[in-house]
């Protein structure tokens, strides 16, 4: 027997309500912000995620899909989206279009991580990318559109952390007191973290190793290194959220250890999700574009996992869905009448009321039992006597009350019924 790859998952109809549900909610947010949807293709050229998340990363040094195609270029299944919407960006001039480029997506992403709750091989995640202003309030309005999704859902048990990355000058000086802070402790850490030490020292902060986290306890602090303008930026970004009542914290070891990141970080935590608690995260990165090739143009947006926001709804029954249901399921009677049941059945269709029937030759009472078990709202009875003369009995599932109904006037009257 195949079964599916380890850390891939089937999405099967029963569970498919949950996952539509919130994509409509995800759609009806970032669409009430003027955020417009893009799709890009699921597997990119290698080189522009090396380019964008950065070789010595762990997702492009050990997580990545990558393979060379037919043609000899490396190709990789994409592990995040902001690369391949920013060279969208680039490649199709939107910059040219309009001055501030809001965008959103909803899309399956590959890293060959561990599987364990909340994390797959093959995930799926929603974000949003602004691209065009430095406006701080754009970094709050990624953070309020984020937790109003999250909110929309039901979950309560959310704990926002923020943080300032300052500007690039800022965090290059930060690291020189960062190193000279760890230089004694460097052979106490682990052998992630002391590649990190020479190669992405902010990525320390990141490690889940917690003789690491004891090391780097009394570490200083970037938030205290940053800038005039990267200060005032973020006070504004805390007043924002304050004045829409989107509770936060500050926490000064939330870092982002890519270049291009600047200013902004922020994640979104729930508490309902085991060891993997981050639902989504983001921050600005005004150096990202022109990394890839672009004019310089400034950048803010976030990522959300949908797996885990689905568990963390689940942990909490913060929502519920209704059960999956159909207009019409008709009963044939006699089984010489299939033909016409087939005819019935693609009327009404075309008039876009949910039909089925039975294709198994099975009795009236079993058609009846799988009516009740596709929540059919209204049963047809077609056969006998009432047949001969032109009628068919529609039963009310939901209350019992029954009438007949003119077979030259069926869809018709079908129609009328439904909508009230």
Request: with cysteine; charged share 30%; proline share 4%.
């Amino acid at each position: 027997m195949i079964r599916a790859i380890k850390g891939t998952k089937d999405i099967l109809p029963a569970d498919i309500p949950r996952w539509r549900y919130l994509e409509e909610t995800v759609r009806r947010i970032f669409e009430n912000f003027n955020y417009k949807e893009i799709r890009t293709p699921v597997f990119e050229e290698t080189a522009l995620f090396a380019r964008s998340i950065g070789e010595e990363t762990d997702i492009v040094s050990k997580e990545m899909y990558t393979f060379t195609d037919k043609g000899g270029t490396s190709i990789t299944l994409k592990p995040e989206m902001t690369a391949g919407v920013v060279r969208a960006f680039i490649e199709h001039s939107l910059g040219a279009q309009q001055p501030l480029s809001k965008l959103y997506y909803i899309s399956p992403m590959f890293r060959q991580e561990r599987p364990q709750a909340g994390r797959l091989r093959q995930f799926h995640q929603f974000g949003a990318e602004a691209l065009g202003s430095t406006s701080p309030l754009l970094d709050a309005e990624m953070i309020q559109m984020a937790y109003e999704v999250l909110s929309s859902l039901g979950l309560k048990d959310l704990s926002v952390k923020i943080n300032s990355l300052g500007v690039p000058a800022d965090r290059e000086n930060y690291k020189k007191i960062l190193r000279e802070f760890l230089s004694d402790k460097k052979d106490m850490l682990s052998e992630d973290s002391r590649k990190r030490f020479d190669k992405n020292i902010l990525r320390i902060f990141d490690s889940k190793v917690e003789s690491d986290q004891e090391l780097i306890k009394g570490a200083p602090l970037l938030i205290d290194y940053i800038s005039e303008e990267s200060k005032n930026d973020f006070e504004i970004v805390k007043e924002y959220l304050s004045k829409l009542s989107i509770p936060f914290e500050l926490d000064p070891k939330l870092v982002r250890g890519l270049d291009y990141y600047t200013k902004t970080t922020f994640e979104i935590i729930s508490g309902k999700v085991g060891a993997q608690s981050a639902l989504l995260g983001g921050g600005r990165y005004d150096l990202l574009v022109e990394q890839l090739g672009g004019k310089p143009t400034p950048g803010v947006g976030f990522a959300a996992g949908m797996e885990r926001i689905l568990l963390a709804c689940q942990n909490e029954n913060s929502f519920t869905v209704d059960e999956p249901s159909i207009d019409i399921y008709i009963v044939r009677i006699d089984k010489e009448l299939d033909l016409v049941v087939s005819e019935i059945a693609s009327k009404l269709r075309k008039e876009n009321i949910a039909t089925d029937y039975d294709y198994l030759q099975r009795s009236v009472k079993a058609q009846m039992r799988e009516a009740n078990k596709m929540n059919a709202k209204f049963t047809l009875f077609v056969g006998g006597d009432e047949f001969k003369e032109g009628m068919i009995n529609l039963k009310n599932m939901k209350t019992g009350e029954q009438q007949s109904i003119s077979v030259e006037n069926l869809t018709e009257t079908i129609q009328s019924i439904i909508k009230n």
